[in-house]
């Protein structure tokens, strides 16, 4: 299948600060690619889409200043968590649909980012 | 609106089979997934059913009755390894993934 790689696995930030977490497909060409955040014992809750070129659609309730998502190649789209709070602590995933994804069976997530704000 | 159903939380017993379900209402069916996730970890696909019936691939099986909404995930022979989480997503006619809160599987000895 195909991969998608997501870096850091792991961060710990300060109250106030950015943290970047990069979502790079590997061998193949992600057209679209979707941001979700996990919490504890809960599932996935979709962010934003973001397709390549153009801006993200986020989901309502998600803040697209505090959230910016960039996609500016086919095969790396960046998640910028700004001025993190505790409250942001979190897991984030990405997952990537290249163009044939309409009819292929899975969808392809990186490893995840845990995020911890101290 | 949206929405998938499963229980919260199941357990079984090493080598016993269990079967998890899940319900769903949802604006258009493209197909339903299931995927494993341990904890901390990114899902990892299990299966996928767009047509009613029975699916089976190894230890796990996977069923969709479209006409009720309905899926279940069947796992024979359990293993501890198996303990996990699993989650029931179906893609909707945007071809969005809806997912369901999940299923932590606890397997006793």
């Known amino acids: 299948g195909a991969v998608v790689s997501q870096h850091p696995s792991r961060v710990i930030c300060k109250s106030g600060t950015s943290v970047k977490i990069e979502c790079r497909s590997l061998d193949f060409q992600a057209t679209t690619m979707f941001w979700y955040r996990q919490f504890p014992k809960q599932s996935l809750m979709l962010m934003a889409t973001s397709n390549e070129g153009s801006k993200a659609t986020y989901e309502q309730g998600v803040e697209k200043d505090k959230f910016l998502i960039n996609h500016a190649s086919l095969t790396l789209s960046t998640l910028t968590v700004t001025s993190a709070h505790p409250e942001d602590s979190s897991f984030y995933i990405c997952s990537a649909k290249g163009a044939f994804w309409d009819t292929a069976t899975e969808a392809f997530f990186g490893q995840g980012t845990r995020l911890t704000v101290v | 609106g949206q929405n998938i159903d499963q229980p919260t939380e199941m357990t079984a017993t090493e080598g016993a089979i269990v079967q998890i379900n899940c319900t769903y209402q949802?604006?258009?069916?493209?197909?339903l997934f299931w995927y494993q996730q341990h904890a901390g970890e990114a899902p990892t696909f299990l299966s996928y059913n767009v047509l009613d019936g029975l699916e089976e691939k190894g230890r796990f099986s996977s069923f969709l009755s479209r006409s009720k909404g309905y899926s279940y995930l069947l796992l024979k022979e359990l293993q501890m390894k198996d303990s996990a989480s699993y989650l029931c997503a179906v893609m909707d006619s945007n071809y969005q993934l809806i997912w369901g809160a999940g299923t932590k599987l606890i397997i006793k000895p």
């Open positions: 949802t604006s258009g069916f493209n197909g």
